[in-house]
């Protein structure tokens, strides 16, 4: 018993050193930095996180992050609900052909269509905005949900259903006030997952973005390439991107396993 | 039972709509550039299956294919059986429970380019906690900037690190769907560790673990943000993995053409992989 917690143990600094080193980071000067190497800030500070809070460069990035993020959780969701309802109720033409091909999409490389995708929204007018972002997001968050949905739909009995029906209810009354509060975890886990794979990809939203809906994580990339070495300053903006999936993930822990499986654990 | 019911179209269109014009368009656009030549202005001509049939016989692309299938054989090969070791020794109830399955999903939720920051500050020679402790303490000579193995063990384990918590949580899923009737039966048979382990677990987890692999196949075969923040795909090409190859050729030389044809074959070895996913996660529903 007492070896395998060891085992569990050493994983667990193994995962938090790097993140430990980050935090650690965004609190030193930047003559600590270069002076040498330092296990703890000597000389606390937080003119890191000041400078992002208070230079619109920085502080614009995360509202736009946050903003095409939820936008394309709300679309993604909204959409794959009546899908994901199809696909575990019905049998219909095609049905699993479909149910395949949006699979292949999740799998899809986003290198293979970041120049095409620049090409398709600057076409539609749509370039630099959240809008841009959040469709392109849906390539690979709509078959997400679709799946993850699927999965918890299918575990609820159809008696529930037909029970609704011979009671007198519409389709839309029945699934808006009787369905949606039954697989609400399944929602939230399917909202979850969204909001987690718009928030970690970078290579689409920064292809599609200039200025106006760049995401935080562009920010940061530029400002390693071009202001040399602000390390305490990249390392502070770092560590406000962990925080919003630090804090959701506590709901949704018990789920994350079924979310990675596409429902079907 | 399903009822046969085509009218559940209409409950799809929506979704069908969206991913096709995110799915269709841009793959047509790539179809397009893959079989002509271009040199600027917007003059195209027709040029063939020429692409394919270069970039199938060039060294660089074999040679960015080799790396990749190098890359992602040695993620699998660590990352599962760790992941198992590590889902078998996790609590099964108490107060440690939830703190192990938050802090060994928080890896995953960190945006890609940040984990390549992350790992660049760890790892520098210097100032780095990992290269300081390389260089100073151990006295060994690390700079992943310089050394092409350096470079390729810091991207390995940086991966370990990132994703080896999915294998870990979705065996771990399976391990705590099984009935506790299940172990008290194997007491009774005075079964030992490994005959549990190879007959009730494993057996168990297998569902899960194929999933995870085939996850795991996919997202390092298509991983391209940490390694281009982390090495830039150096020093030298050394840790040019396809994804950033391809980003080189399409977005640094705009060689639209070969970049297309290179695409095109590279989301044949993932449709591939991913029929096998299908195949295997639906066979036995």
Same mark, same amino acid.
């Given at each position: 018993m007492r070896k395998r917690n060891w085992i569990v143990i050493i994983y667990i600094l193994f995962l938090l050193l790097p993140i430990y080193w980050l935090v650690a980071m965004s609190f030193k000067t930047t003559g600590e930095i270069l002076s040498g190497f330092s296990l703890f800030p000597q000389t606390w500070t937080f003119d890191n996180y000041r400078v992002i809070f208070t230079d619109p460069s920085w502080y614009w990035g995360y509202i736009n992050s946050i903003a095409y993020v939820s936008l394309n959780t709300v679309i993604s969701i909204a959409v794959a609900l009546p899908a994901a309802y199809a696909f575990s109720r019905y049998r219909f033409l095609g049905d699993k052909q479909l149910f395949f091909w949006l699979l292949t999409n999740r799998m899809a490389p986003a290198a293979v269509f970041a120049l095409p995708f620049f090409q398709l929204y600057s076409a !539609?007018?749509?370039?630099?905005? /959240? +809008?841009?972002?959040?469709?392109?997001?849906?390539?690979f968050n709509i078959p997400l949900a679709v799946w993850i949905l699927e999965g918890f739909m299918s575990g609820v009995p159809v008696e529930l259903d037909e029970t609704a029906y011979v009671d007198g209810y519409s389709f839309p009354r029945?699934? @808006?006030? =009787?369905?949606?509060?039954?697989? %609400?975890? $399944?929602?939230? !886990?399917?909202?979850?997952?969204?909001?987690?794979?718009? +928030? !970690?990809?970078?290579?689409?939203?920064?292809?599609?973005?200039a200025v106006a809906?760049?995401?935080?994580?562009?920010?940061?990339?530029?400002?390693? %390439?071009?202001? $040399? /070495?602000?390390? $305490?300053?990249?390392?502070?903006? $770092?560590?406000?991107? =962990? @925080?919003?999936?630090? =804090?959701? =993930? /506590?709901? !949704?822990?018990n789920y994350i396993a079924k979310g990675f499986a596409l429902g079907r654990v | 039972m399903k009822v046969e019911n085509q009218k559940a179209w209409y409950f799809v269109m929506p979704v069908l709509l969206l991913v096709a014009f995110n799915a269709l368009i841009p793959m047509m656009t790539v179809v397009n550039y893959s079989v002509q030549?271009?040199?600027g202005d917007n003059l195209f001509f027709w040029q063939g299956l020429d692409w394919f049939e270069k970039l199938l016989r060039s060294e660089r692309f074999h040679a960015a294919l080799g790396r990749q299938f190098l890359f992602t054989g040695t993620i699998l090969a660590i990352e599962v059986p760790l992941g198992v070791i590590i889902a078998l020794a996790m609590p099964r109830k108490g107060?440690?429970? #939830?703190?192990? *399955?938050?802090?060994?999903?928080?890896?995953? *939720?960190? #945006?890609?380019?940040?984990?390549?920051?992350?790992?660049?500050?760890?790892?520098?020679?210097?100032?780095?906690?990992?290269?300081?402790?390389?260089?100073h303490t151990l006295g060994i000579n690390y700079n992943m900037t310089q050394d092409p193995l350096a470079a390729w063990i810091t991207i390995i384990v940086m991966d370990v690190w990132h994703w080896t918590s999915l294998v870990a949580l979705l065996s771990y899923a399976g391990l705590v769907s099984i009935p506790d009737a299940y172990y008290q039966a194997a007491k009774i048979d005075g079964a030992s560790a490994w005959s549990v382990f190879r007959f009730i677990q494993l057996p168990k987890m297998k569902q899960v673990l194929i999933i995870a692999v085939l996850l795991r196949f996919m997202d390092s075969f298509n991983i391209?943000?940490? #390694?281009?923040?982390?090495?830039?795909?150096?020093?030298?090409? &050394?840790?040019? *993995?396809? &994804?950033?190859?391809?980003?080189?050729?399409?977005?640094?030389?705009?060689?639209?053409? #070969?970049?297309?044809?290179? &695409? *095109?074959?590279y989301f044949a070895i993932t449709l591939l992989a991913s029929w096998l996913f299908y195949t295997l996660m639906t066979r036995n529903n």
């Open positions: !539609v007018g749509l370039f630099d905005t /959240y +809008w841009a972002v959040a469709l392109a997001h849906c390539l029945f699934f @808006i006030t =009787i369905f949606l509060p039954t697989i %609400s975890s $399944g929602v939230g !886990v399917a909202a979850f997952f969204c909001f987690m794979f718009s +928030w !970690v990809e970078l290579l689409l939203a920064k292809t599609l973005t809906a760049k995401p935080i994580a562009a920010t940061m990339t530029k400002t390693a %390439s071009s202001a $040399g /070495y602000e390390l $305490g300053l990249l390392a502070a903006a $770092g560590t406000l991107t =962990i @925080i919003p999936g630090a =804090i959701v =993930i /506590y709901f !949704v822990r | 030549e271009t040199f107060f440690w429970v #939830p703190v192990c *399955l938050v802090t060994m999903a928080l890896p995953m *939720l960190i #945006p890609w380019n940040v984990v390549g920051a992350m790992w660049n500050i760890f790892t520098l020679p210097d100032i780095g906690l990992l290269g300081y402790v390389m260089n391209y943000t940490e #390694p281009f923040v982390l090495t830039g795909g150096g020093p030298g090409n &050394s840790t040019t *993995l396809l &994804s950033i190859d391809l980003e080189k050729m399409a977005l640094g030389q705009f060689d639209l053409g #070969p970049a297309a044809a290179m &695409s *095109l074959i």
